[in-house]
């Protein structure tokens, strides 16, 4: 089966770049949809299509994808952005198979 | 608006069933297909797969074949996620999520049903 590994956590300061990549078999040939999850509530689509962000998503949060890597890109970072990410990859193969997670810190 | 509201916590004996409940409302419920996602404790996100609310054909996820049924009840805009022969291992929160096929995602989650299994 289709696998897409990302990094278990990841740091970043207050106002810092940081960035969250999702490994996969032949991924840019895939859509790519990122996540973010809160501890206790749903899932939240902040990427889909590979670099697209769904209405009421900030400007900050940005993606890209191409070869065998996805990443999500938050800029100017904020402490309401420290939460877990997934990463989703589609296609008539995969169907929607979730990435393993990364758990953001803001410092 | 568009919500998704899911049934309450269940709490059952392994070897038992239980339905949970996605209820819709804001969209048109037979033009998104529905998707149900499992995450264990302390886990990340699994799918278990999606049925068509249009024809009602549904799809597995390997793992999720056998003891796991998807429904659809269209006059409630309704989808159901059936888990039968329960095991302590299926003790998690299911999610349903509409699919949107245009944005190759899920856009819209209910807030979760927590199903414990436990003696």
């Known amino acids: 089966s289709y696998e897409l590994t990302q990094p278990p956590s990841v740091s970043v300061s207050p106002g810092q770049t940081v960035s969250i990549t999702c490994s996969g078999d032949k991924l840019g040939d895939k859509y790519v949809s990122w996540y973010q999850q809160k501890p206790g509530q749903s899932p939240v689509l902040v990427i889909y299509q590979d670099v697209k962000r769904p209405s009421g998503i900030p400007e900050r949060f940005s993606g890209s994808n191409s070869g065998n890597t996805a990443t999500l890109t938050i800029s100017g970072t904020q402490a309401m952005d420290e939460a877990d990410y997934y990463c989703q990859a589609w296609d008539t193969s995969t169907s929607y198979v979730f990435g393993t997670g990364t758990k953001v810190t803001v410092l | 608006q568009v919500l998704l509201v899911q049934s309450g916590s269940e709490l059952k004996n392994p070897g038992a069933s239980v339905k949970v409940s996605c209820k819709t409302s804001g969209y048109a419920f037979s033009s998104f297909s529905m998707t149900w996602v499992r995450q264990a404790p302390g886990r990340g996100l699994q799918w278990v797969g999606w049925i068509n609310t249009n024809t009602g054909n549904p799809t597995y996820d390997q793992g999720f074949t056998g003891r796991f049924v998807f429904s659809l009840d269209t006059s409630v805009s309704t989808a159901y996620l059936q888990i039968s022969s329960l095991k302590p291992e299926d003790t998690a929160v299911y999610y349903c999520?509409?699919?949107?096929?245009?944005?190759?995602?899920?856009?819209?989650w209910g807030q979760g049903t927590l199903v414990t299994v436990s003696s």
């Open positions: 999520a509409r699919v949107n096929s245009g944005f190759y995602s899920l856009d819209f």
